[in-house]
């Protein structure tokens, strides 16, 4: 992927827990919540050594709306920290580091949907930063 200023580049690996299912509409949803919302929300979380954030999305004990637990991963797989994020929560995060341009499926890894996604170093040079 290229870069042209330098930044920080993540992967965000995401699954379904088990035996939970989506409709294709929310399926939609989730991917546009991946692309759009998730990247933002996390960013705030992020230590230096993260360079993988491993998520499950399960239905809400008390809304219907997803819940992702995520896994802050460093590059020898360690685990740094788990948060769990609420996607209620995530519509209108702003982040103006995540450069959405920028943001790449990568297909299917173990099970997991990944993503490459793009933090820049300078926020002034992201183009297109509206949600």
């Excluded at 042209?4 to 088990?18: H, K, N, V």
């Excluded at 939970?20 to 919302?37: D, M, R």
Aim: hydrophobic content about 35%; aromatic content about 10%; proline content about 5%.
């Amino acid at each position: 992927m290229e870069q042209d200023t330098p930044g920080r580049m993540l992967i965000i690996s995401s699954r379904l827990a088990e035996g939970y299912q989506l409709t294709e509409s929310a399926t939609k949803n989730l991917q546009h919540v991946f692309t759009t919302w998730f990247p933002r929300v996390v960013y705030g979380d992020l230590t230096p050594d993260t360079v993988q954030v491993r998520v499950v999305v399960k239905q809400g004990m008390i809304t219907t709306k997803n819940v992702f637990g995520a896994a802050f991963v460093r590059a020898d797989g360690s685990v740094i920290k788990s948060v769990t994020y609420d996607q209620d929560r995530m519509v209108g995060k702003v982040c103006p580091y995540y450069d959405q341009s920028k943001t790449k499926y990568q297909g299917k890894n173990d099970g997991f949907d990944e993503r490459a996604v793009y933090y820049s170093a300078d926020p002034a040079t992201i183009k297109n930063r509206a949600p």
